[in-house]
Nanobody, 118 residues
């Protein structure tokens, strides 16, 4: 029932920054957590960062010092601020929302392409 829409991807040079947005059709307080994933070409989708309903965040080691997850509650929008981008960050980035006890995949956006050139 809930729809998620990612935006903000594009082509940037190594070392530059980009901010991704994930707009939800409903209140983001309806989920226990939300997260950002990415899928590089030819690789599996990986979890990058999560943020709980209470605002607690976690990061994968590969992005811990460069990426920041946040949300704007009145706007029902989650963000991923990406700094010091590397060519290895090139991937399709996805937004997800789910609950702790859910056995299903939760809700997913359509993805937004991020390409980092040297």
């Amino acid at each position: 029932q809930v729809q998620l829409v990612e935006s903000g991807g594009g082509l940037v040079q190594a070392g530059e920054s980009l901010r991704l947005s994930c707009a939800a059709s409903g209140s983001i307080f309806g989920f226990d957590f939300m997260g950002w994933y990415r899928q590089p070409p030819g690789k599996q989708r990986e979890l990058l960062a999560t943020i709980t309903r209470g605002g607690l965040s976690n990061y994968a080691d590969s992005v811990k010092d460069r990426f920041t997850i946040s949300r704007d509650i009145p706007k029902n929008t989650m963000y991923l601020q990406m700094n010091s981008l590397k060519p290895e960050d090139t991937a399709v980035y996805y937004c997800n929302a789910n609950d702790w006890g859910s056995a299903g995949p939760g809700y997913w956006g359509q993805g937004t392409q991020v390409t980092v050139s040297s």
